[in-house]
């Protein structure tokens, strides 16, 4: 079971960190993601980390912007919003599977989602 929360209001340029932990063990094969769905929208991928290692992938839209990163320790992985933009907001999901995937049904465990909203 994943845990998502951190998500709130921001100010265009701002930040958020974004917290998801997951309850038991996370083996070292998965693969930790964030997606996020704006209203009307389909959810669209956002970043993903090894859970192994520290190996990343983001999409293009906030490439330099935001930063995935776990702690193995808290069975947490964290997602940085910086430079917040208006187009941000969405609810943020954090997800869990075993492929290095941008596509969500590839992921077999889900947070309940997190609402981000960026003022302009």
């Known amino acids: 079971q994943l845990q998502a929360s951190g998500g709130g209001l921001a100010q265009a340029g701002g930040s958020l960190r974004l917290s998801c932990t997951a309850s038991g063990r996370i083996f070292s094969s998965a693969v930790m993601a964030w997606f996020r769905q704006a209203p009307g929208k389909e959810r669209e991928f956002v970043a993903l980390?090894?859970?192994?290692?520290?190996?990343?992938l983001y999409a293009d839209s906030v490439k330099g912007r935001f930063t995935i990163s776990r702690d193995t320790a808290e069975n947490t992985v964290y997602l940085q919003l910086n430079s917040l933009r208006p187009e941000d907001t969405a609810v943020y999901y954090c997800a869990r599977g075993i492929q290095w995937a941008r596509q969500p049904n590839e992921y077999f465990s889900w947070g309940q989602g997190t609402l981000v909203t960026v003022s302009s």
């Open positions: 980390t090894r859970w192994s290692r520290d190996s990343t």
